[in-house]
């Protein structure tokens, strides 16, 4: 897609242990704790625990014929009254295989949307379905989507008026345009849309300065992509003081920071909350005074802090 950067080099050398690693010990893609393999957990490890905001449940029968053989359908129940339910399609199981590896090398992002819906996305989702009046009337698009539930539930329980859901990975957008369609009927008077957007992507006019409110989780781990990012969150936004970026991701070492230094580089202004939600907050509580039902949890791996970015 472009010339090979350093960091690119670096990227799609951990991509590629990570392959090795894969052949070697498939079916599982959970590796020891050997300090030597840590970059290589970074980018590939499957979470299943999360704060389980929101119900779900693995369904049969939704899933055409024509399905990717990998492919579940998952209902949410949304919780709150007169919601609808909403199907997610995704992948039933972490496991990756040679053309996901390919494809990744290829569209140079890493296969992190479809190891699982990571748990930031969860605590996104839950955060606009309860603040949504944030997004009533207005054009939101989702980055680095994954499996896409925050955009889904804005575009279900919100009344946005359009709600682009992306990602770099065309195999994610796939997963993202049957969940579009299988709930075709709960998106009432809002447009839906998926649509393959990479950070690095040079040509963006066509939807340049769209956006009212642009939203993401758990993407600022990966600091190679951070100028490519920073630069996408400048041009989507409206020029309006209204516009801004919600971004729910965990601190992880320096690299929540290194982002927002680059967002101030490129004269943005943000803020961070750590307390930002009830619920999650308690919930963060439980998990810290030793809830057993996500093992390993820890503050600056696993409890996303809330970032908004204006112009
Ligand atoms: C850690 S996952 C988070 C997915 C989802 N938001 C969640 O929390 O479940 C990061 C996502 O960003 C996408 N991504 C990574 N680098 C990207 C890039 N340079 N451009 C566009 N998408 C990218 C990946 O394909 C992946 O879906």
Same mark, same amino acid.
């Given at each position: 897609?472009?010339?090979?950067?350093?960091?690119?080099?670096?990227? =799609? =050398?951990?991509?590629?242990?990570?392959?090795?690693?894969?052949?070697?010990?498939?079916?599982? +893609?959970? #590796?020891?704790?050997?300090?030597?393999?840590?970059?290589?957990?970074?980018?590939?490890?499957?979470?299943?625990?999360?704060?389980? +905001?929101?119900?779900?449940?693995? !369904?049969?029968?939704?899933?055409?014929?024509?399905?990717? $053989?990998?492919? !579940?359908?998952?209902?949410?129940?949304?919780?709150?009254?007169?919601?609808?339910?909403?199907?997610?399609?995704?992948?039933?199981?972490?496991?990756?295989?040679?053309?996901?590896?390919?494809?990744?090398?290829?569209?140079?992002?890493?296969?992190?949307?479809?190891?699982?819906?990571?748990?930031?996305?969860?605590?996104?989702?839950?955060?606009?379905?309860?603040?949504?009046?944030?997004?009533?009337?207005?054009?939101?698009?989702?980055?680095?989507? $994954?499996?896409?539930? *925050?955009?889904?539930?804005?575009?279900?329980?919100?009344?946005? =008026?359009?709600?682009?859901?992306?990602?770099?990975?065309?195999?994610?957008? @796939?997963?993202?345009?049957? =969940?579009?369609?299988?709930?075709? $009927?709960?998106?009432? $008077?809002?447009?839906?849309? *998926?649509?393959?957007?990479?950070? @690095?992507?040079?040509?963006?006019?066509?939807?340049?300065?769209?956006?009212?409110?642009?939203?993401?989780?758990?993407?600022? #781990?990966?600091?190679?992509?951070?100028?490519?990012?920073?630069?996408?969150?400048?041009?989507?936004?409206?020029?309006?003081?209204?516009? %801004?970026?919600?971004?729910?991701?965990?601190?992880?070492?320096?690299?929540?920071?290194?982002?927002?230094?680059?967002?101030?580089?490129?004269?943005?202004?943000?803020?961070?909350?750590?307390?930002? @939600?009830? %619920?999650?907050?308690?919930?963060?509580?439980?998990?810290?005074?030793?809830?057993?039902?996500?093992?390993?949890?820890?503050?600056?791996?696993?409890?996303? +802090?809330?970032?908004?970015?204006?112009?």
């Amino acid at each position: 897609m472009e010339t090979p950067t350093s960091s690119n080099s670096n990227a =799609s =050398s951990l991509r590629w242990k990570i392959l090795r690693q894969a052949l070697l010990r498939r079916p599982s +893609l959970q #590796f020891p704790n050997e300090q030597s393999e840590v970059p290589i957990k970074r980018i590939s490890r499957r979470t299943s625990q999360g704060f389980n +905001l929101i119900p779900c449940r693995i !369904v049969d029968g939704r899933v055409n014929e024509e399905s990717d $053989g990998r492919l !579940v359908s998952v209902c949410y129940t949304l919780p709150i009254d007169g919601a609808p339910e909403l199907y997610v399609m995704q992948r039933e199981d972490s496991g990756a295989d040679l053309s996901d590896f390919e494809i990744c090398n290829r569209y140079n992002v890493d296969n992190t949307g479809l190891v699982c819906r990571w748990p930031s996305e969860d605590v996104l989702a839950y955060f606009c379905l309860s603040h949504a009046d944030m997004f009533r009337s207005k054009k939101i698009i989702e980055l680095g989507s $994954g499996y896409g539930l *925050a955009g889904l539930v804005i575009a279900a329980a919100t009344k946005a =008026s359009e709600v682009v859901i992306t990602d770099g990975n065309p195999q994610v957008i @796939d997963y993202i345009q049957r =969940s579009i369609d299988s709930n075709s $009927g709960v998106f009432g $008077g809002t447009s839906v849309k *998926a649509m393959m957007l990479h950070w @690095d992507q040079e040509d963006v006019s066509n939807i340049s300065g769209a956006f009212d409110v642009i939203v993401a989780s758990d993407c600022t #781990f990966f600091k190679e992509f951070h100028k490519g990012l920073t630069r996408i969150i400048k041009l989507l936004l409206k020029d309006d003081e209204a516009s %801004e970026g919600l971004f729910l991701s965990p601190k992880r070492g320096d690299s929540l920071d290194k982002f927002l230094e680059e967002i101030e580089k490129n004269g943005m202004h943000f803020s961070v909350s750590e307390i930002y @939600d009830a %619920e999650v907050s308690k919930r963060h509580q439980c998990l810290m005074n030793g809830d057993d039902s996500w093992p390993g949890y820890e503050k600056d791996h696993c409890y996303p +802090l809330f970032v908004r970015v204006t112009r």
